[in-house]
T-cell receptor, first 112, second 111 residues
């Protein structure tokens, strides 16, 4: 089992560019989520999904889109990158949404 | 908005001393989970408590969930250098799958 994988590990974008952060899990988990972590802070929920075809907004959804066409994949799209989106992004999954979350290694994004 | 505060923000201890971090939520949580994040790493699950007043132990770590399901604590007895990292509490607000993470407590252990 690879667990939760994220690509890329590092990314630098210019303001206004768009990109997709990839997240995949091979544990057949129904629940997947995206968080951002800013320096010295906790994790803030961006979007989450309780199953294929179902997504919902978290605490800080503005500027981000998600879709869940398969159980395995949960990509996060930045529509028009802004410097305020400079952060470390973590994807996580759990079996049913109210238990242990498994985190990916993270993507460090810098927007200049 | 809903938030989860942890105190202290930082703690430096001598190896062998005890350590406690407290987690206080502005809203009721369905359950409380604790995670540890090493510098440069990702959060790793430690434990989950579900019932109000629940207490669980893992070797030198003791976890408690408050009666009102709005607060929790993590106590480490006789810290070791391997305990270094940031400890986060987290939980879904009652009746939802929206997780809130605490602000974290960064522990440094001096040998």
């Amino acid at each position: 089992n690879a667990g939760v994988t994220q690509t890329p590990k590092f990314q630098v974008l210019k303001t206004g560019q768009s990109m997709t952060l990839q997240c995949a899990q091979d544990m057949n988990h129904e629940y997947m989520s995206w968080y951002r972590q800013d320096p010295g802070m906790g994790l803030r929920l961006i979007h989450y999904s309780v199953g294929a075809g179902i997504t919902d907004q978290g605490e800080v959804p503005n500027g981000y889109n998600v879709s869940r066409s398969t159980t395995e994949d949960f990509p996060l799209r930045l529509l028009s990158a802004a410097p305020s989106q400079t952060s470390v992004y973590f994807c996580a999954s759990s079996r049913n949404g109210d238990g242990e979350q498994y985190f990916g290694p993270g993507t460090r994004l810098t927007v200049t | 908005g809903q938030q989860v505060m942890q105190i202290p923000q930082y703690q430096h201890v001598q190896e062998g001393e005890d350590f406690t971090t407290y987690c206080n939520s502005s809203t009721t949580l369905s359950n409380i989970q604790w995670y540890k994040q090493r510098p440069g790493g990702h959060p790793v699950f430690l434990i989950q408590l579900v019932k109000s007043g629940e207490v669980k132990k893992q070797k030198r770590l003791t976890f408690q969930f408050g009666e009102a399901k709005k607060n929790s604590s993590l106590h480490i007895t006789a810290t070791q250098t391997t305990d270094v990292g940031t400890y986060f509490c987290a939980g879904p607000t009652s009746g939802t799958y929206k997780y809130i993470f605490g602000t974290g407590t960064r522990l440094k252990v001096l040998a």
